[in-house]
DNA sequence: CCTCAGCTGTTTTTT
DNA sequence: ACAGCTGAGG
C-alpha cells in the first residue's frame, strides 16, 4: 500500500515562499511555471506531487512526472520519498524515453515488438546503419552513414515517419534518405531492435491508434507533471498531451531563458504555445532567487534583457554584493589559463573548497590547457564530459554477450562478439553468413549450423560456447554469469594480455558489480538470470531487465573518485541546473562564446545567462585576444556580452586589443573602453589613452563587418580571419546558410557597398 | 590478426 | 593539434 506514513504528515507548504506555494496548490488544468535560474523549481515539483498525494487524496501512481535526464527523475524520487515517507521506486517517475519504455513492454503485443526488444544508444545506431548501407551497397561517401542517422533521428523527433516524410529543407539527398529509412525501419522490425526516438514514436502511436489503452491511461493519469519544459521537442509535447488527454491536469515547469538544447531538436516555442493554448493567464513566475548574490543576478538579467523572444522576468535575491565581476583580458589562450588556475590556487589557500570553483567553457576542447596548468600546480580537478561508462569498448563488448544470451537472434549482438575476443572468424565469413542471411530470413545465429563455410568449426564452437552459458543461465545470478562469461569468452584473458589495459580489467569488475546493485536496489538479489521477475510491475526476465535498464541509462558521463575535492572543469551546457560559489568564464570572444557555428544568437546569449547564474559569491569573465584552435591562430574580439554588461558591476576591465603592425605583430594594448564600442564591425577601436587597430578585423582590403557577396552562397557578412599568409580563410555569414570557412585567396568575393 | 599511414572532422548533449 | 576510423600491407 502506498498510502502515506501518518506518522510524517507535515505541512509541506511551510517555507516556501508565495508563488512558490501558490504553485503546488495550483488547481488549474494547465499551469506555467516559469522558474528561473536557482528559484526553487525542482522543491515546487516535489511538493506538489507530496501535496497531490498527501492533501488531495491522489493515489501516487495517478501521477506521472516526466524529466530529461535520469539524474533528475532520481532526485523527484528520492525527494518525494524524502517528504511523505512513500516507497518511490516504482511511481511514474522518469525520462520520456524510460516511461516510454514501460508502456511499450507492458503493451509489447499490441505495439508490435518482441517482450525481449533491445535498445540501441546512438553508438549502436551508427553501426546499424553503417551495416546497413554496406549491405545494400550505397556509397557513404555520397550518403554519410552519419548524415543519414541525423535524418532519422530527426523525422521521428517530428513524429514522422518515412512516408510521412517532406522535404522541408530542399535537401538534395532527401528521396535517397527517405528510402534509406525505410530500409533501415524494416531491418529495425526484423532484428527486434528499437532506437531512442523509436520509443518515443512507438509509443506515441500505440496510445493513439489503440482505444482502449489510449483510455486506460488518459483516464488514469490525472496529473502530468513535467520538469525542464522548455527542452521538450515536437514529439514530446505531443506525446504528452495525448496522454494528458481531455481530462488530465498539466503542471509544466520551465524556463524559456535557459533553453539551450535547440541543436537537438528543443522548441522552446513548446512553452510560449502552452502559455498560449492552455495556460492562459496561469502563469506562476519563480523570480526570487537563494543562490546568487544581487550584482550577479543584475548582470544576469542585462544579458538575457537583450533578447526579444521570452515570456519575461526579473530575477532578485536578499543577497547583497560584496563582491564585484571581474573582467580580465589576456594577451593569449595560455595567459588565460595561468591566470584562472593561479586565482584558484590563491583562493585554495584561503580555505574555498575546490569543488566550489568551476572552470565553464563554450567548447570542452578548451580545457586542455587549464588541466595543463592545474597538473603543474599540483591542484585536484575533474573534467565532466568525458566518456560514458557503458559506451567503453570492453563494457559494450561484455554487454554485448549478455544481449546475446537475452536474444540469440540478435544480430547486433551476434556480429560484435562472435570474433570478440579473436577466434578466427574473419570478415570473409561474415559476409557469407550476410549475403545467406537475406536469402533465407534466418538469423546469424542459426545459419551456424546450416552453412559449410571453411570457419564452421569456429562458428559451431561459439555456438556451442553460447549454448553452454544459456544452459547454465537458469542456475546462476547474474552477476555470476557476467563474471563467468567475461573469463569463459576469453576477453578477460584478452585484456591481460594487451599493454595499458589495466583500466579496461577494472571497468569490467566494474561492471559485474554494477549488475550486484542493481540486483540490491530492486530487491532482486535472490534471483537467477533467466527468472521472471517483476519490473516496475511488468513480468519480464532479470536479464531483459538489466538490459534495457542499462541501455537507458548510460552511466555517469565522467571518471573517477567523485568525492574528492576537486576543481570542477565543464562546459556551459553540463552546468546547467549546477551551482558554485566561484565560477570562472572563459573564452569570452566573438565567435567563440558566442559560437560562430551557431546560427541562433539569442540562444547563444541564454548560454551566457546560464553560465552567469551557476556563479553563487563571484564571478570572473575571461577572454583572449589570441588563441589556437585547430592548429590555426585566431584573433577575436571580446564577447559582445562582455560590451553588455552593466558598468557599475565591473571590477577590472582591460581588454586588449591587438595593433596592426607586422612588426609588432601580438602586442597590445590596454585601454578603458566605452560600452558603446563595436568590436565586430570596424577595425578602429578608441581606448581611453589612443586609437588602435584590431589586427586581424582587416586582411587584403577586406575587413570584419563588410558586407560581400559569393558566387555560390550569395550575399554574406564576414564575421573573422583564421590564420595568416597565404593560407588565410575567411569566416563569411551568408545569409540563410549559416557561416561557411573559405580560403582568402580562392574566394573570390564581391565587396559590396 | 595486428599495425600504421592517411583521411576526416573538430559546439553544445540526453535518451 | 589531434582523435577516431578505414584500408593496405606485414
Not at 519575461?312 to 554584493?321: A, M, P, Q
Not at 547454465?472 to 563467468?484: D, P, R
Not at 534471483?527 to 541501455?551: E, K, N, P, W
Not at 547564474?613 to 562582455?642: I, Q
Amino acid at each position: 500500500m502506498f498510502y502515506s506514513d501518518p506518522t510524517r504528515i507535515q505541512d509541506l507548504l511551510e517555507g516556501l515562499n508565495e508563488p512558490q506555494c501558490q504553485a503546488v496548490t495550483s488547481q488549474s488544468q494547465y499551469l506555467l511555471v516559469l522558474a528561473g535560474a536557482g528559484t526553487g523549481k525542482t522543491r515546487v515539483l516535489t511538493h506538489r506531487m507530496a501535496w497531490l498525494i498527501q492533501d488531495q487524496g491522489y493515489s501516487p501512481f495517478q501521477l506521472m512526472a516526466v524529466t530529461f535526464t535520469n539524474k533528475a527523475a532520481k532526485e523527484m524520487k528520492n525527494r518525494v520519498s524524502d517528504l511523505i515517507g512513500i516507497d518511490a521506486r516504482n511511481l511514474w517517475v522518469g525520462t520520456f524515453h524510460g516511461l516510454s519504455n514501460r508502456i511499450l513492454r507492458i503493451h509489447a503485443q499490441e505495439a508490435g515488438l518482441k517482450p525481449q526488444f533491445q535498445i540501441m544508444d546512438m553508438g549502436d545506431q551508427l553501426s546499424f546503419i553503417k551495416r546497413l548501407m554496406k549491405d545494400f551497397n550505397i556509397d557513404t561517401e555520397t550518403y554519410k552513414p552519419k548524415d543519414l542517422q541525423y535524418f532519422i533521428n530527426d523525422q521521428k523527433e517530428q513524429g514522422l515517419r518515412a512516408e510521412q516524410s517532406e522535404d522541408t529543407y530542399s535537401n538534395p539527398h532527401f528521396e535517397k534518405m527517405k528510402s534509406l529509412y525505410v530500409l533501415y525501419q524494416e531491418r529495425c522490425e526484423s532484428e527486434g531492435v528499437v532506437d531512442f526516438g523509436e520509443l518515443l514514436l512507438r509509443s506515441y502511436e500505440l496510445i493513439t491508434r489503440n482505444e482502449n489503452i489510449r483510455q486506460k491511461y488518459q483516464q488514469h493519469f490525472a496529473h502530468i507533471l513535467v520538469d525542464e519544459f522548455q527542452d521538450t521537442n515536437d514529439l514530446q509535447y505531443r506525446w504528452l498531451q495525448l496522454i494528458a488527454g481531455t481530462e488530465g491536469a498539466l503542471f509544466a515547469v520551465g524556463d524559456d531563458d535557459q533553453s539551450i538544447y535547440a541543436f537537438r531538436g528543443a522548441r522552446v516555442e513548446n512553452l510560449f504555445d502552452f502559455e498560449r493554448r492552455f495556460a492562459k493567464g496561469s502563469v506562476v513566475r519563480l523570480e526570487q532567487n537563494y543562490r546568487s548574490n544581487q550584482g550577479i543576478l543584475e548582470a544576469a538579467n542585462a544579458i538575457i534583457s537583450h533578447n526579444k523572444a521570452r515570456l519575461g522576468k526579473e530575477l532578485w535575491s536578499d543577497k547583497t554584493s560584496e563582491h564585484q565581476i571581474y573582467v580580465v583580458g589576456h594577451e593569449r589562450d595560455f595567459d588565460e589559463a595561468r591566470y584562472v588556475v593561479n586565482k584558484i590556487d590563491t583562493y585554495r589557500q584561503s580555505g574555498v573548497h575546490l569543488n566550489e570553483m568551476a572552470i565553464l567553457y563554450r567548447s570542452n576542447a578548451q580545457s586542455r590547457l587549464f588541466e595543463q596548468n592545474l597538473v603543474q600546480q599540483g591542484i585536484a580537478y575533474r573534467v565532466y564530459g568525458g566518456m560514458r561508462f557503458f559506451d567503453r569498448q570492453e563494457v559494450k563488448n561484455a554487454l554485448a554477450y549478455l544481449r546475446l544470451l537475452g536474444d540469440p537472434h540478435n544480430a547486433y549482438a551476434f556480429l560484435r562478439v562472435v570474433n570478440f575476443p579473436p577466434r578466427g572468424i574473419g570478415a570473409r565469413t561474415i559476409e557469407q553468413l550476410t549475403q545467406n542471411l537475406e536469402q533465407t530470413g534466418q538469423s546469424y545465429y542459426d545459419l551456424v549450423d546450416t552453412l559449410k563455410l571453411s570457419a564452421t568449426k569456429k562458428l559451431q564452437a561459439f555456438k556451442e560456447m553460447v549454448q553452454k552459458w544459456t544452459e547454465q543461465a537458469h542456475m546462476m545470478k547474474l552477476s555470476e554469469l557476467l563474471a563467468w562469461v567475461i573469463n569463459d569468452s576469453g576477453m578477460r584473458l584478452y585484456y591481460q594480455n594487451q599493454k595499458e589495459s589495466v583500466d579496461r580489467l577494472d571497468n569490467l569488475d566494474e561492471l559485474v558489480y554494477a549488475t550486484e546493485q542493481f540486483c540490491r536496489e530492486y530487491d532482486l538479489e535472490g534471483y537467477h538470470a533467466f527468472d521472471m521477475i517483476t519490473f516496475q510491475g511488468i513480468q519480464m526476465r532479470l536479464l531483459d531487465a538489466f538490459l534495457s535498464h542499462v541501455g537507458l541509462e548510460p552511466g555517469e558521463r565522467h571518471v573517477g573518485d567523485t568525492t574528492e575535492d576537486a576543481v570542477q572543469l565543464m562546459s556551459v551546457h553540463a552546468s546547467k541546473g549546477l551551482e558554485f560559489q566561484i565560477v570562472f568564464i572563459v573564452g569570452l570572444e566573438e565567435g567563440l562564446f558566442p559560437h560562430a557555428n551557431n546560427d541562433m544568437p539569442e540562444e547563444e546569449r541564454r548560454l551566457m545567462y546560464v553560465a552567469i547564474t551557476r556563479a553563487k559569491d563571484e564571478l570572473y569573465l575571461n577572454h583572449a585576444g589570441y588563441r589556437r584552435l585547430h592548429n590555426m591562430e585566431h584573433y577575436s574580439a571580446p564577447s559582445e556580452f562582455l560590451l553588455q554588461l552593466p558598468e557599475h558591476l565591473i571590477q577590472q576591465r582591460g581588454f586588449p586589443v591587438h595593433v596592426k603592425s607586422p612588426k609588432s605583430f601580438g602586442v597590445r594594448r590596454f585601454g578603458q573602453l566605452s560600452k558603446t564600442q563595436n568590436f565586430a564591425s570596424g577595425n578602429q577601436i578608441k581606448t581611453n589613452s589612443k586609437t588602435v587597430y584590431t589586427s586581424q578585423n582587416e586582411h587584403n582590403g577586406y575587413h570584419v563587418g563588410q558586407q560581400v557577396s559569393h558566387a555560390a552562397f550569395g550575399k554574406g557578412t564576414i564575421v573573422s580571419f583564421v590564420g595568416s599568409g597565404e593560407s588565410t580563410q575567411v569566416k563569411v555569414a551568408f545569409k540563410g546558410q549559416g557561416v561557411k570557412t573559405l580560403k582568402l585567396s580562392m574566394a573570390k568575393l564581391m565587396k559590396l557597398s
